[in-house]
């Protein structure tokens, strides 16, 4: 997957000169309702440039002890959501602009929604190992700090990730990602960790796991490590009909149907039975016969799992309708995602839980 270069974060050095926090400091609960409400903030860097924060925007947050006239790594910052913003002295708002909007000075306060590094979750959670977690993720907790906008450095971007859909965006893998949230007080991670793991019993890590095989059944949707599979002996050293295995998991029935008993079923179909695929572009054909994949050598994080499913999708549709292929079938999967994966070796891969060739 391509990767695109992450912008730096900006430096500021004029906010290096001021204290984080005010002489009256940080405001208790009941100051905090109390305070004027604003829907945005600005923060100047240390070109002057005015960078605008709103409610609900996430950000990166200079935590204590990173001097703020330095570049740092992404991963060295806290990233918060905010959820509110307040003031201590309305009169300090800048005139020239409208009225919920705020410079960022040591008297404004935002309410921040944050997220937790794996981390951080082990020190409330002894159980949550840290070691399936990628350098990039987050997860998303239900505790809340008043922070001081003099704090805030960027605009971030956290992309959630879930494990078991079909239809995940795909995101490059130098990006921030979640998909776990936590319930502070309860010491509860959702969803349950374990629903997603491997036949090991280990959760996939994007940064270690080389390649992962997913299986598209609707009562499976799981990935399985490739050494898992082959220690478990769940492959099938014939190559016959691999390619048509593969296309033949549908990933809308756990049906085991044949493409010949679609087009038997299917409402007036033209299709040949002595060669059914013939009329398929080869481009979607090859997309939907491939191993559905992630992991380092397999695509990045998400894989190739939102294309060769849209490719098999219309495939089965078209078949078990009886219809034409969509003329603009292109713009419905991304063909140039498909992973082309070398380990002829073995031909097939079985899901643990289906048997389904993955």
Avoid at 38 to 47: I, K, P, R
Avoid at 61 to 90: C, F, M, S, V
Avoid at 213 to 242: G, N
Avoid at 310 to 330: C, F, H, N, V
Wanted: net charge neutral; glycine share 4%; aromatic share 10%.
């Amino acid at each position: 997957m391509a990767r695109h270069k992450k912008k730096s974060l900006f430096t500021r050095k004029k906010v290096s000169k001021r204290k984080p926090t005010t002489k009256i400091g940080i405001p208790a609960d009941s100051e905090w309702k109390s305070l004027a409400q604003f829907g945005s903030f600005l923060v100047d860097d240390d070109e002057g440039n005015q960078h605008k924060f709103n409610l609900n925007e996430t950000a990166f947050i200079l935590p204590p002890g990173l001097l703020p006239d330095q570049k740092h790594h992404p991963t060295a910052y806290w990233i918060g959501r905010i959820k509110e913003i307040r003031a201590r002295n309305p009169e300090d708002v800048c005139l020239a602009q409208p009225r919920n909007y705020l410079r960022s000075l040591t008297q404004v306060w935002a309410l921040v929604q944050w997220f937790w590094s794996p981390h951080e979750v082990a020190t409330v959670i002894k159980s949550f190992d840290v070691s399936n977690c990628g350098q990039y993720e987050r997860i998303y907790s239900d505790y809340h700090d008043y922070v001081s906008t003099a704090s805030f450095c960027d605009h971030a971007t956290v992309k959630s990730y879930d494990e078991r859909s079909l239809d995940q965006e795909p995101f490059d893998d130098d990006y921030f990602f979640r998909r776990y949230d936590l319930e502070y007080r309860a010491r509860r991670i959702f969803p349950n960790v374990s629903k997603s793991a491997c036949i090991c019993g280990v959760s996939y890590n994007p940064d270690r796991d080389q390649v992962m095989h997913f299986c598209s059944r609707p009562t499976c949707c799981l990935a399985f490590h490739q050494e898992c599979l082959l220690m478990y002996k769940q492959y099938e050293s014939s190559t016959a009909a691999r390619a048509r295995r593969l296309l033949e998991c549908w990933p809308d029935t756990d049906k085991r149907l044949s493409v010949e008993t679609l087009i038997r079923r299917g409402k007036g179909s033209g299709y040949s039975m002595s060669d059914p695929l013939h009329e398929f572009p080869e481009e979607l054909l090859q997309t939907a016969q491939q191993q559905i994949v992630k992991g380092v050598q397999a695509g990045g994080v998400v894989g190739n799992v939102r294309s060769v499913v849209a490719a098999r999708r219309l495939i089965y549709k078209t078949l078990i309708e009886g219809s034409t292929l969509p003329i603009d079938w292109m713009s419905q999967v991304d063909v140039d995602t498909a992973i082309h994966l070398q380990d002829e070796g073995f031909s097939v891969y079985l899901c643990p839980e289906c048997q389904s060739a993955i």
